[in-house]
């Protein structure tokens, strides 16, 4: 099956490896298939934030995964000099005063800031444990209205929000999903979860995926199987 330069950066690698040497053994394998990729806190602590500058001068797609929350102006500052580092991707959680601060710093860049909505590893049980009143589909739906209200590029929610999702914001904002598992894989610390041709189908712009490729036996082959997947849903 041949798959369009477009669908290989709508599948985003997540690198939760342990070390730099371990995500450029990652990279290496996939390259080809995959063109973009995700550094969260793990690799970020470990040397992540200069192998991210590393793989911009590759020709990757770089997804920082941050989830930024604090007060404005050190949001300001902060995605100001991630914007200047020339990244595609930065999320930020979805309250309305930090994103707007984000969307200030980031303007005239080609950064796509991201609203993270509610997190694919929490149900209504943990909300309520954590002292909210509504429901993870409630929440979602409100932090995806106030991340379009205040200008950001995307949403990051669960891709069984997708579909009310995408028919409140349009079509124009990213809608990236991560807690996709495909069938028979098991779905770990992950609650909120669903197959890549279903998130494609419900409206999921870009989909993370992690341990379902990088904890394959054969980490490529994984990688083609998902592509081959959403390319039979995509548009």
Partial sequence: ????????????????????????????????????????YQLA???????ARELKRDGFKVFL???????????????????????????VHAYPKAMRAAVKAAEGSGLCLL?????????????????????????VMARAKDAAAAGMGGIVASA?????????????????????RPAGVDAGDQKRVMTPAMAMAAGASHLVVGRPVVAASNRRQAAIDILEEMSGVAA
Wanted: avoid cysteine.
């Fill in 160 to 180: 069984l929000e997708a579909q009310a999702i995408r028919r409140e914001i349009g079509p124009g904002m990213a809608l990236v999903t991560p807690g996709i």
């Fill in 65 to 91: 995964d941050m989830k930024l929350l604090d007060i404005d102006n050190t949001i300001e500052k902060g995605v100001a000099n991630i914007a200047a580092m020339g990244f595609d991707m930065l999320t």
């Fill in 45 to 51: 602590f470990a040397g992540g934030l200069e192998f």
């Fill in 115 to 139: 609203g993270v909505t509610v997190l694919t590893s929490m149900d209504d049980a943990d909300l309520a444990a954590a002292g909210y009143g509504a429901s993870a589909s409630d929440l």
């Fill in 1 to 40: 099956m041949t798959l369009s330069d477009n669908l290989r950066e709508r599948l985003i690698v997540a690198l939760d490896v342990p070390d730099v040497g371990e995500a450029r053994t990652v990279v290496a394998t996939l390259a080809g298939e995959v063109r973009f990729f995700k550094i969260g």
